[in-house]
């Protein structure tokens, strides 16, 4: 490791940390949605069970929430010691969305602990369901903040660079710039789906085992429901994304698509590796797909990596990420089908067919594994700049030498904070069982046919 340069190891240090902490802040923002839908399930139909999947949702996500704050302060610590002239030039063009996102955090904590401990203090369930809407907003508006800070590093905008410094500053510009609409509202979509995957795949891994209660029954179908809304949502989303990666970002575009020519009628390309030239070889060409992708007409002219200097290239390896993502994403809608559509494919379907439940269990970790691609795509396609077209990577990043020893301590704080997570989570729940709280609360648990 001490062979690697500064610049090197703080790449691998910051990828590291953003790879948990997305984790992390996807199911931040995402489940606070989900408990709410519960809840509101649950008041709307009298059903308890929904209610009962509100409350133990909410216990759990306390936990994540608490593994989130800790890394995502990793990610400020890192921003001033790893990238401090990235800070010194565009510190303040960017010092408002990460001001404001301490406040949306602050309004996700305060009201998150009194919807914890009010379940039974209101006559008007509806009441206590309100007290969700803060964190919910808190959450996603936490997210609208950090995305439009790295959306700012793709487009940048709202300053004017004078001798290597940024003057005429305007923070409200420089964060609601060309990339922010669809960053955020893909982050946002995204990060919905990854936790209702999540819980999809907790339901159909109690159903495995055995645990045949309504109360599962009931999760599964709420849960696997929104993974499909929130999984189409995020393809329509991503379509949106092409079409500003052609307008705004075409070399990111065309490295992730081997677009090495200008042309219009252009193909894209699915699979294939790369011979000698840049010669593509055994990739599936869909004619005309990428013209229309970035424009909606196949006559659309999309730009080639040819009009780009070899130094200001992506890498093309995002080709790879790019498909995977694309791949993943078509499991993520067509599970969701398979199962809302179960009692009419072929063959006896008495409740639900094992090789199903397996499928749905893999839901979670499809999503969580769509999601980082998702990003690594966005981290590698606007290399090597970190500010596109101002400041590359290798003049942002720190000259210590005491980035690898950082990076050690790092990676054993992230292995400790997952492992100590999943057990807490795990003993949480098995500590108090569903069956023993339905007992508590009066609930009749009711086999599923």
């Known amino acids: 490791m001490s062979s690697l340069d500064s610049v090197t190891l703080s790449r691998i240090l910051t990828g590291l940390t953003l790879i948990v902490h997305i984790n992390f802040a996807s199911v931040g923002v995402g489940v606070p949605l989900m408990i709410a839908l519960a809840e509101w399930r649950g008041i709307r139909t009298g059903d308890p069970h929904y209610t009962l999947l509100a409350r133990r949702w909410a216990r759990g996500f306390v936990i994540s929430v608490a593994v989130g704050v800790v890394t995502g302060t990793a990610i400020g610590l890192q921003l ?44 008007r369930p509806m009441l206590h369901l309100l007290l969700l809407i803060p964190v919910a907003i808190g959450s996603s508006t936490s997210a609208f903040f950090i995305t439009s800070l790295n959306a700012f590093m793709n487009t940048p905008q709202g300053f004017t ?15 609601f710039n060309p990339a922010t609409p669809t960053k955020v509202s893909h982050v946002l979509a995204s990060s919905y789906t990854v936790s209702a995957g999540l819980l999809a795949g907790i339901a159909a891994f109690s159903l495995i085992r055995g645990r045949k209660h309504a109360y599962f029954k009931k999760s599964l179908k709420l849960t696997v429901t929104a993974t499909l809304v929130f999984a189409i949502s ?26 090495f020519e200008t042309m219009k009628q252009a193909p894209l390309l699915y699979g294939g590796v790369l011979g000698e030239n840049n010669e593509v070889k055994y990739a599936i060409k869909i004619p005309y797909a990428l013209s229309i992708l970035a424009g909606n007409s196949p006559n659309t002219t999309v730009i080639g990596l040819d009009e780009f200097p070899q130094d200001e290239q992506p890498p093309l390896l995002i080709h790879y990420l790019f498909d995977l993502m694309v791949t993943i994403g078509a499991l993520l809608v067509l599970i969701p089908i398979l199962y809302l559509f179960r009692r009419r494919l072929p063959g006896k379907q008495k409740g639900y067919p094992k090789w199903l439940l397996v499928a749905i269990l893999a839901l979670g970790p499809l999503a969580f594994i769509a999601n980082e691609l998702g990003w690594m795509f966005t981290e590698f396609g606007r290399q090597p700049w970190i500010i596109r077209g101002y400041m590359k990577v290798a003049d942002a990043a720190t000259t210590s030498t005491s980035v690898a020893p950082m990076l050690l301590l790092f990676v054993v704080l992230y292995i400790v904070l997952c492992a100590s997570c999943l057990k807490v989570l795990a003993k949480l729940f098995r500590n108090k069982d569903v069956m023993e709280e339905m007992k508590e609360l009066g609930i009749e648990g009711g086999k599923i046919s």
């Not at 960017?94 to 006559?123: C, D, H, N, S, V």
């Open 80 to 123: 001033s010691l790893l990238w401090p002239t990235f800070m010194r030039v565009a510190g303040q063009a960017t010092a408002l969305p990460l001001f404001m996102e301490t406040f949306a955090f602050f309004i996700e904590a305060i009201f998150l602990g009194i919807y914890l401990y009010t379940w039974e203090r209101f006559k």
């Open 161 to 175: 660079l004078e001798n290597g410094v940024f003057t005429n500053i305007q923070p409200l510009v420089a964060m």
């Open 234 to 259: 995020t393809a329509i989303i991503g379509d949106f994304s092409g079409k500003f990666l052609a307008k705004y970002q075409p070399e990111k575009l065309a490295a992730g698509e081997w677009h």
